[in-house]
């Protein structure tokens, strides 16, 4: 099992930046990809972007060009540049692993035009 913890959420302007982090711990060498997602209230859950163990990323239609994940070590960061209001809704971390799926707690963002 892998545990996950995100932070750098919080209040963003339209046109700004924001950065979230999701520090894993547990059983990490277990995991294949870690992704990001998000849910805005009343809306389905949005994959936002992935990156697997090579370094291969992919990206939802709604934040391409904007939104950059990485990884270092044990850390999966999402770079949120050009933030516009759609963008609010809550970031979930997760890593998947061949057989479960780990989730982290969530961290808000909330963006103003």
């Known amino acids: 099992q892998v545990q996950l913890v995100e932070s750098g959420g919080g209040l963003g302007q339209a046109g700004g930046s924001l950065r979230l982090s999701c520090v894993a711990s547990?059983?990490?060498?277990?995991?294949?990809?870690m992704r990001w997602y998000r849910q805005a209230p009343g809306q389905q859950r949005e994959l936002v972007a992935q990156?697997?163990?090579?370094?291969t990323t992919m990206y939802g239609d709604a934040v391409k060009g904007r939104f950059t994940i990485s990884q270092d070590n044990a850390k999966t960061y999402l770079q949120m540049n050009n933030l516009k209001v759609e963008d609010t809704a809550t970031y979930y971390c997760?890593?998947?692993?061949?057989?479960?799926?780990?989730w982290g707690q969530g961290t808000q963002v909330i963006v103003s035009s």
């Open positions: 997760v890593a998947r692993a061949r057989a479960r799926s780990d």
């Open positions: 547990g059983n990490i060498v277990t995991i294949i990809y």
């Open positions: 990156i697997d163990t090579h370094g």
